[in-house]
């Protein structure tokens, strides 16, 4: 079973539009991450949210967590050409002991100059 | 800023052949991690290594894989007979701990290609 999923599989917008990516999962979660990889490269950090915390911000990055509904979303305001990379969101499982990260299968961002 | 490092960037080995991939995760790390990353598809977990054992492995960390960190600073992936299914892209990982904040920090990855 997929524990990540996000939605939509491919993003295109225009520079200065807001970019949304969801991502839902089946399990109960200890937090969820948001990593950003460039085409080829490693993975960066963006933003961790915890279990018990709802909405939470850094920079030009606004994410949310719905754990009701098991479900997630980032959303990049006023977007440049360099936010285009793909966008995976991880789960870090209440079970498990060495909080290993799930990744889902990304939204690959393309932003227009 | 401290980071983590991989090598080879990229390596291409024949079918069968073994396989080490190297990585120096950041120093007061205290857990570790190798992923990998099918080309076009999702980042996988294979393995977790906390206290010189490993804690966690996936299904894809089988008897051909290993991992070791032999010296304090090191931390290497093993693959034994390498398969052609097994050309991705490996990233090695480390976290600081309970009392950081639960992020992971990456490498760049290794590019494997058998053939």
């Known amino acids: 079973s997929q524990q990540g999923e996000e939605d939509p599989q491919a993003l295109s917008i225009q520079e200065g539009e807001n970019a949304t990516m969801n991502c839902s999962y089946k399990?109960?979660?200890?937090?969820l991450q948001w990593y950003r990889q460039n085409s080829g490269r490693g993975l960066v950090h963006l933003i961790l949210?915890?279990?018990?915390?709802r909405e939470k911000h850094s920079g030009r990055l606004r994410v949310t967590l719905d754990t009701s509904k098991k479900s997630s979303s980032l959303l990049i305001t006023a977007s440049r050409a360099a936010d285009t990379a793909s966008y995976f969101c991880?789960?870090?499982?209440?079970?498990?002991?060495?909080?290993?990260?799930?990744f889902g299968s990304g939204t690959q961002l393309t932003v227009l100059p | 800023e401290p980071e983590v490092t991989q090598t080879p960037s990229h390596q291409v080995t024949q079918m069968g052949q073994e396989v080490i991939l190297r990585c120096v995760p950041i120093?007061?790390?205290?857990?570790f991690y190798w992923y990998r990353q099918i080309l076009g598809q999702k980042v996988e977990f294979l393995v977790s290594?906390?206290?010189?054992?490993?804690?966690?492995k996936s299904e894809i960390f089988d008897d051909q894989f290993s991992v070791e960190r032999p010296d304090g600073s090191n931390f290497t992936l093993k693959i034994r007979s390498t398969k052609l299914e097994d050309s991705a892209m490996y990233f090695c990982?480390?976290?600081?701990?309970?009392?950081?904040?639960?992020?992971?920090?990456f490498g760049e990855g290794s590019r494997l290609t058998v053939l």
């Open positions: 991880a789960t870090v499982l209440t079970s498990g002991s060495a909080r290993q990260l799930t």
């Open positions: 399990t109960s979660i200890n937090n």
């Open positions: 949210i915890r279990s018990n915390e």
């Open positions: 120093s007061n790390h205290l857990y």
């Open positions: 290594f906390y206290n010189n054992e490993i804690s966690e």
């Open positions: 990982a480390s976290m600081l701990g309970s009392s950081g904040t639960g992020e992971l920090f």
